[in-house]
């Protein structure tokens, strides 16, 4: 049985009393604009129909009593103190909230969820903006959404991943029904309506698991910064990275030209996607989520065998529209772009393949856009 908001309140219950406050939280799925949020990119994400749920109330105690529901875990949670986990993002969370907080600050916590951890869908993301909102709801801080949006990049940056905004502002601002398109220049957005009639986002998680602090994920954002670097000392007028033209590559070489050329290549699909996600041009959108693949692959290097499989076989079925991994990389998912009617047949012939080529029980699901933070009461 699925997990759902009112497992965690039943615990809650049962080990704390009556919850102050209960809140579903999303995750995100990124349509197309992968690796460019942090190079000032495009992207067009949506919050998906899969959540963390959280039920707490505030505590005597000296600690912070936070209890995993997914993992029958418990942890005493002291925000000076360093932890490993999920306790490294709440302590996290607790920390840069520490001076916002009059007197005592701990709380009781019971989270799980049905949202997957380590599928690059924004686990960790959804979990530091959930709890954000949840202290600022019991300590009644009244932050802004921009507010939870820069302390969430803090606690996770100050975990070791070098990221951009958009799982965070995704998770935070997403609305049903509609993809975001975010300029990750100036933040700003435009809510893109779409219907995909017979078709439907299907997300493939490889089961690899990935921690992005531990990956070659930070080595890209450095490569792409000195790159950058390298552009400006010959090119004055390029302020940023939003202004590096395809003509500007010609000034690197080797990995860092590999590097910048998906991500303006990128940020121009993007925009193209956009267009025919308003207009309902499947079939090409689909090949633009192709090419997202096949250069996140081959210039920026972030897929792996299991990413590629996938990918492979879901772009050679006449049904699927296109199929690209999804996140970070090194793992993670893969999204594709289906036929309703179609989708478990594959998805099975898929998942039996998945076993015999790296013995791992594919786990796969429909996405579908909805809201950001959801406050149930």
């Known amino acids: 049985m699925e997990m759902t908001l009112e497992h965690c309140v039943d615990l809650f219950n049962n080990k704390f009393g009556v919850p102050a406050v209960q809140l579903s939280v999303p995750g995100r799925a990124n349509i197309i604009g992968e690796h460019t949020d942090y190079n000032q990119g495009f992207v067009l994400p949506f919050a998906i129909d899969k959540y963390i749920f959280f039920a707490a109330s505030k505590s005597d105690e000296i600690s912070s009593q936070i209890y995993s529901l997914n993992l029958d875990q418990s942890v005493s949670i002291d925000p000076d103190k360093r932890y490993e986990g999920f306790a490294k993002f709440m302590a996290g969370c607790l920390k840069v909230l520490g001076e916002n907080i009059e007197g005592d600050q701990s709380v009781n916590v019971v989270f799980g969820g049905n949202l997957p951890i380590g599928a690059g869908i924004s686990s960790s993301s959804a979990l530091c903006c959930g709890f954000l909102e949840v202290l600022s709801r019991l300590f009644e801080l009244n932050l802004s959404a921009e507010e939870i949006l820069k302390l969430a990049i803090s606690v996770e940056r100050g975990a070791g991943v070098e990221g951009g905004i958009m799982d965070q502002f995704t998770i935070i601002n997403a609305k049903e029904n509609r993809a975001i398109l975010l300029d990750c220049l100036d933040d700003s957005i435009k809510y893109v309506p779409f219907d995909l009639k017979e078709y439907s986002f299907v997300i493939f998680d490889t089961k690899v698991a990935h921690n992005l602090a531990d990956t070659a994920y930070n080595d890209r954002v450095k490569t792409c910064?000195?790159?950058?670097?390298?552009?400006?000392?010959?090119?004055?007028?390029?302020?940023?990275?939003?202004?590096?033209?395809?003509?500007?590559?010609?000034?690197?070489?080797?990995?860092?030209?590999?590097?910048?050329?998906?991500?303006?290549?990128?940020?121009?699909?993007?925009?193209?996607?956009?267009?025919?996600?308003?207009?309902?041009?499947?079939?090409?959108?689909?090949?633009?989520?192709?090419?997202?693949?096949?250069?996140?692959?081959?210039?920026?290097?972030?897929?792996?065998?299991?990413?590629?499989?996938?990918?492979?076989?879901?772009?050679?079925?006449?049904?699927?529209?296109?199929?690209?991994?999804?996140g970070g990389g090194f793992g993670g998912s893969v999204i594709a772009l289906m036929r309703k009617d179609n989708l478990e047949s594959i998805a099975k012939e898929l998942a039996l393949k998945y076993k015999a080529a790296f013995n791992i029980q594919l786990r796969y699901f429909r996405v579908n856009p909805s809201d950001g933070i959801i406050e149930r009461r």
Request: hydrophobic residues 45%; glycine residues 4%; proline residues 0%.
């Open 225 to 326: 910064r000195s790159a950058l670097q390298r552009i400006q000392a010959v090119e004055k007028s390029v302020a940023n990275f939003r202004a590096i033209k395809r003509n500007h590559l010609q000034l690197l070489e080797g990995k860092e030209r590999e590097r910048i050329e998906h991500v303006v290549n990128e940020n121009e699909r993007v925009l193209v996607a956009v267009d025919l996600l308003e207009s309902g041009d499947v079939q090409s959108l689909g090949k633009l989520i192709n090419q997202s693949h096949a250069s996140l692959r081959d210039l920026y290097e972030v897929s792996c065998n299991e990413l590629d499989f996938i990918a492979a076989f879901l772009q050679g079925k006449a049904s699927v529209a296109g199929a690209r991994m999804m």
